[in-house]
């Protein structure tokens, strides 16, 4: 009797649990769903950085320019003006250094200012520069007296038995003119002032060709020359 009511109780029990739904005992178990996984979220802050103000480029410093100067490389002689009819002011020894203030227009002499404070100029073989000197203020020279003209033989007279031979030259005077001076086969045989525009050669050289060259003067130099050439007396 007492193991039919034990066996009665165990019976009991498995219902109860059955109606109840302990886990593991007639019923399916109830699935926990698994916690959802976020991604990450990335923030990007971006910043408006401050325009930086504009600096100033500094302006490049100029290097000074050398004064033009020329150096005499040999002994030369100073003039009055830019051509070889200028009058000598100064003879000028080699490897000396000076200034240059001035140039003619096709920079081939220089104008300095000697020892002797005075103003003259240099042919450019003569001399080297320092610098290019096409900065320099281009100058000219003083006035030249102009070439004599309408030079021409008015009158000859030749003597073949005695051997005389006499010519006489005519000109005209040019502008700036103090004289004349008359040269006959290179050799000067006359110096006239400016009033005279005929000569007579009384000794004019027997069976030669002879040239006749004149120039007009002035305080600054001499101008071109003009020339007159002679057939022989024979």
Do not use: H
């Amino acid at each position: 009797m007492k193991s039919q009511k034990s066996s009665f109780a165990f019976v009991f029990l498995i219902l109860a649990m059955l109606a109840c739904g302990v886990p593991g005992l007639g019923s399916s178990p109830t699935e926990i769903p698994s916690p959802t996984v976020q991604a990450p979220v990335t923030i990007i802050v971006i910043e408006n950085s401050p325009t930086p103000a504009a600096t100033e480029t500094p302006s490049p410093t100029s290097t000074p320019t050398a004064p033009p100067e020329i150096t005499l490389t040999l002994n030369s002689n100073c003039r009055m003006g830019p051509s070889n009819f200028y009058n000598i002011v100064d003879q000028i020894s080699s490897g000396k250094v000076f200034g240059v203030i001035g140039r003619n227009e096709d920079n081939t002499w220089w104008q300095i200012v000697n020892a002797t404070n005075r103003e003259c100029w240099i042919f450019y073989e003569n001399a080297e520069p320092n610098t290019d000197f096409s900065a320099v203020a281009v100058k000219a020279g003083p006035p030249l007296p102009g070439v004599p003209g309408q030079f021409y033989v008015t009158d000859q007279l030749c003597q073949p038995g005695p051997k005389k031979f006499t010519v006489t030259l005519s000109w005209s005077i040019g502008s700036d003119t103090d004289g004349f001076r008359l040269y006959r086969d290179g050799g000067r045989i006359a110096e006239l002032k400016a009033e005279r525009f005929n000569y007579k050669d009384a000794n004019a050289p027997y069976n030669k060709n002879i040239t006749y060259e004149i120039e007009a003067y002035n305080e600054n130099g001499t101008s071109q020359k003009a020339i007159q050439i002679v057939p022989a007396c024979k």
